[in-house]
């Protein structure tokens, strides 16, 4: 019977685990619940030291042989959870930096183009003038001899 209730938390525990990993996005709550989380934790650690026969009772009323293999459970459950969490942040982070990416590409793209149309239009403006110009100075450029090409040797 205390087997199976000890089997029954760990499932419980490894379920709300499961739970947070699928719910996902870190929200104003959930940072809530893990600094209270952390809280508790620094206070479970401070009454560990200072009255450590108490694992050993609550592990005989959970149905735990000793109170260091509860503790061992309670490691194994926040280790799980501390995967979750990291797990979550970094997919977040990554999330962030593609958006991050996506955007900075087509700000880029946007620049290039404005560039290219600006010099088009520089292009344009200068065909203008040239066509402008007197006619001896068109003479003048038609006369020049055509350019050499280099051959490799």
Do not use: C, N
Request: charged fraction near 15%; charge should be positive; aromatic fraction near 6%.
């Amino acid at each position: 019977m205390e087997s199976v209730l000890i089997k029954a938390l760990l499932m419980a525990g490894i379920g709300v685990v499961a739970l947070l990993f699928v719910r996902g996005h870190s929200t104003a709550r959930h940072q809530a619940v893990r600094r209270v989380a952390v809280v508790g934790f620094v206070g479970l650690a401070i009454a560990s030291l200072l009255f450590p026969q108490t694992w050993q009772s609550a592990a005989s009323v959970l149905g735990v042989g000793r109170g260091t293999d509860l503790l061992l459970y309670a490691t194994i459950l926040a280790f799980l959870g501390f995967m979750v969490t990291s797990y979550l942040r970094t997919r977040d982070l990554q999330r962030q930096v593609t958006v991050l990416s996506r955007r900075l590409a087509l700000d880029e793209a946007a620049a290039r183009a404005a560039a290219r149309s600006a010099a088009q239009t520089a292009a344009q403006t200068a065909g203008a003038s040239a066509a402008a110009e007197p006619a001896h100075a068109a003479a003048h450029l038609r006369a020049l001899p055509a350019p050499r090409t280099v051959t490799a040797s």
